[in-house]
C-alpha cells in the first residue's frame, strides 16, 4: 500500500489502525497538503529541562571518570530480569550503540547517534531494535545517579565504547555533545505501512532516496540475505549500496561488521510467533515500556528471541580477537536453521560444533554460525580481499574497527566545534570537514563599513551579492551540522560547479570578492579578512543597499570569524552528497529531487532549523530581491527588482491576479483579470503561499499596509539566522 492509501479517509494509518477519539490532521482528510509540523517540531517548551540549559557546562561539571567506572559495573553485574550472556551485557551494549548511530544517513543527514532518538518511537520499536529497550532500561541507574550530566545520546554511544574496552578492545576515542530530544524526529524511514516490509527499490534496482536501509524498521539490511534468500553475493550488494548511504567505504565497512560480530551472539530460540508479545509502542501499560515479552520458557537468558537468528560467531564472544574473520575464512560452511525458523550458516566441519561455549548453560557447547550478511565478506571478491589482509594483519584490523567505530558514532555530530570531553583524538578526519580557525586579528566594525562600500563600488547587484551569500549559507543541513558558509567551500570543488549555484555568475563574483580580501589583507598587517567572512557580508551590503533602495533604513548584523578552508580539506565525494537538488528560497528545482518542489522548500527550510514565518519572509525578501538562482523571474512580482520590499506577498493575494497553468512544465501564470495580460509567472514554491491555508495566513501579516517594518527586520533576523547557523563557534 503507498502512503496516499494509508491516510485516506477511513483507510489505515501506522499499523493497520485509526484510533478513536482523535483529532484527525488534515493530512488524514488531504493526504496531499503540504505538511509543515517539521517546521514545529523539537519546541523548547517540549524540554523539560528549559530553554537555557546549557548540556555542555553541566558535561563539564561531570566526573567523567566515575561515569565510565558506573557504566562499566554495570556490564557484569546481570540482573535477574535479563540476565547477561556470558555474564557480560557488552555485546548488547554495542550493538545498543550501532544501532543509535545506525540509522544515520548522507543523503539528508538525518538519522544519527544524536538526540538519543533511539528512546522513542518508532525507533524505540522497530523490530531491529529488539530487546535493545532491555539495553538502556540496564543503563537507567547510570543515567539517574548523573542526571542532566549526561545525555541519554551521549551515554548511549559511551556505553559501546565502554563495552569495547571492558572485553580488551582499544578504543580510538569519545566526544560528547549530542544534545538529548524531547519528541521523536520526523523522518520519512520509508514508504511501507508494515514493519519489515519492503517496497523501497526503483525502477533500476536502486533504494528510494534518501532511504539507507532496505526493509522498514531495519537498521540495515536483512541478516538472511536479499528478501530472505541466502545469497551471499547478492547480500554483499545491499551491504555495500546501504552502508555506501551511511558514508563507509568497503574497508570501514567490513571493519565494522567484522569488529561488531567479534562480540556477543544472535537470539533465536523460539518461534517468535509462538511467543512474543507486542514491541513496546503496542505493549499493554503494566509493561512499562517494555516489548517483545516473551512467553516461552524463561522469557529470557537461552530462550531469548530477538532476531530469530541464534549462535555466537566466536569461541571467545567476550574477548576483542580475530576469531570472527579466521572463522569465516578459514572453513566451509554449510546452510542451516535457526530454532525460529531463520536461514543461517554453521561450519561443515561437525568437529567445531561444538566450540563455543553456551551464553547461560553451563557444560554446554554449539557450533560457530554466520548470517548470510556475514558470508558476503567471504564471498564477495573486493571484501574478501580485505578480509584476508586484516587476517593477516591483526593490528591493522584494529585500527581500522576502532577509527570506523569512532567514525560511525560521531558522524553526525557536524564539526570538532561540537564536541566536548576529554578523550577526543587530536587527529582531525576529512569527514568532519575541517576548517583552519583564524589565527589572526579579526575586522571591526571600521572595517566591516569599509569592506561594504568596496563591495558596493565593484558594481555587482544587489541581487547577485544576495544569492551568492544564499548559497554559501544555505549548503547548510542541520540534520548532521554539515555545509554552511563557514569554510567558504563554494570557491573549491565540486560546491563552485553546483548547478544550484549558477557556477559561471558565482564564479565572477568570488573573482571579485577575492581582490577585495587580498587588498584588505595586503594593507591591514596582522589584521585579516577570509573569504567566507566577505562573502556573508557582501550579502549584507546587498540587503542594507535592497533595504535603503525600498526607502527602508535597516543594518544586518555581522560577525566576523569564519575560515576559509583547503581543496585538501574537502572530500568532494562526500560534499556531493549536500548538493541542493532544490532550493525554493532561490526557486531552483531540478527533477533529481526526490520530492516535490514545494516539499523540498519545507525540507530545505527545516535543515535551516527555519520557523513557518521564516521561511515565508525569506521567500518573499528573496523574490524582491531578485535572488532566483537560473536568474528567471518567477515569483519575482515586483517592479523594483533587486530590492527589499513585500510586493511578493502583497501581490500574490491580490485578487486582481487569476492564476492558471502555463504549459506543462509545472509552471504558472497570473493574468490580470480584467485585461487577460500576463502579469506574473510563478512556480509552485510562490503558489503554495496562497493556497496552503497556514501558509497564506502567515503571507497575509506580510501583505499589511502595516508590515512594511516588520517584514524588513523578519526578513533581516531570519537571514541572519541562515547566515550564521553554521557557527558552532559562536
Ligand atoms: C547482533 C545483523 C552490523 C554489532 C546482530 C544480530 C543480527 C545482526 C541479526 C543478532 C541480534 C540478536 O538476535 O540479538 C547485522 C547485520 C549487519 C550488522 C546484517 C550489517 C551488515 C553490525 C555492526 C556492528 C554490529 C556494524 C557493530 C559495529 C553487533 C553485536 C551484536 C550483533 C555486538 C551482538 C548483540 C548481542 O550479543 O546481544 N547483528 N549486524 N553489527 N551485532 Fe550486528
Known sequence: ????????????????????????????????????????????????????????????????????????????????????????????????????????????????????????????????????????????????????????????????????????????????????????????????????????????????????????????????????????????????????????????????????????????????????????????????????????????????????LEGAWTQAPTRWSSLYLQNLLNNEWELTRSPAGAVQWQPKDKALHKTVPDAHVKGKYNPPVMTTADMAFKFDPEYRKIAERFVADPEEFRLAFAKAWYKLTHRDMGPIDNYIGGEIPSEVHIWQDPIDKPTYKLIGDKDVAKLKREVLDTGISTSELVRVAWAAAASYRDTDMRGGANGARIALAPQKDWAVNNPKDTAKVVTELKKIQQSFNEKSGKKQVSLADLIVLAGAAGIEKAAADAGMNVSVPFTPGRGDATQEQTDVNSFSLLEPKADGFTNYYSTEHYLSPAEALVDKADQLALTVPEMTVLVGGLRSLGANADGSKHGVFTSKPGTLNNDFFVELLDMSTKWRKAGDDGLYEGVDRKSGKVKFTATPVDLIFGSNTELRAVAEVYAFDTSKQRFVEDFVSAWVKVMTADRHDM
Open 1 to 308: 500500500a503507498s502512503t496516499a492509501e494509508m491516510t485516506k479517509p477511513g483507510g489505515a494509518v501506522g499499523m493497520g489502525k485509526v484510533a478513536p477519539n482523535q483529532a484527525k490532521s488534515n493530512l488524514f482528510w488531504w493526504p496531499e497538503q503540504l505538511d509543515l509540523s517539521r517546521l514545529r517540531d523539537h519546541d523548547s517548551r517540549s524540554n523539560p529541562l528549559g530553554e537555557d540549559f546549557d548540556y555542555a557546562k553541566a558535561f563539564a561539571e561531570l566526573d567523567y571518570n566515575a561515569l565510565k567506572a558506573d557504566i562499566n559495573t554495570v556490564l557484569t553485574d546481570s540482573q535477574d530480569w535479563w540476565p547477561a550472556d556470558w555474564g557480560n551485557y557488552g555485546p548488547l551494549f554495542i550493538r545498543m550503540t550501532w544501532h543509535s548511530a545506525g540509522t544515520y544517513r548522507t543523503m539528508d543527514g538525518r538519522g544519527g547517534a544524536g538526540g538519543g532518538q533511539q528512546r522513542f518511537d518508532p525507533l524505540n520499536s522497530w523490530p531491529d531494535n529488539a530487546s535493545l529497550d532491555k539495553a538502556r532500561r540496564l543503563l537507567w541507574p547510570v543515567k539517574q545517579k548523573y542526571g542532566e550530566h549526561i545525555s541519554w545520546g551521549d551515554l548511549i554511544v559511551l556505553a559501546g565504547n565502554v563495552a569495547l574496552e571492558n572485553m580488551g578492545f582499544k578504543t580510538y576515542g569519545f566526544a560528547a555533545g549530542r544534545d538529548d530530544d524531547w519528541e521523536p524526529d520526523m523522518v520519512y524511514w520509508g514508504p511501507e505501512v508494515v514493519m519489515l516490509a519492503s517496497d523501497r527499490r526503483g525502477k533500476d534496482g536502486k533504494l528510494e532516496k534518501p532511504l539507507a536501509a532496505v526493509h522498514m524498521g531495519l537498521i540495515y539490511v536483512n541478516p538472511e540475505g536479499p528478501g530472505g534468500k541466502p545469497d551471499p553475493v547478492g547480500s554483499a550488494k545491499n551491504i555495500r549500496e546501504s552502508f555506501a548511504r551511511m558514508a563507509m567505504n568497503d574497508e570501514e565497512t567490513l571493519a565494522l561488521v567484522a569488529g561488531g560480530h567479534t562480540f556477543g551472539k544472535l537470539h533465536g530460540a523460539h518461534k517468535p510467533a509462538d511467543c512474543l508479545e507486542p514491541e513496546p509502542g503496542g505493549a499493554p501499560i503494566e509493561e512499562q515500556g517494555f516489548g517483545w515479552k516473551n512467553n516461552c520458557g524463561k522469557g529470557h537468558s537461552e530462550d531469548t528471541i530477538t532476531s530469530g
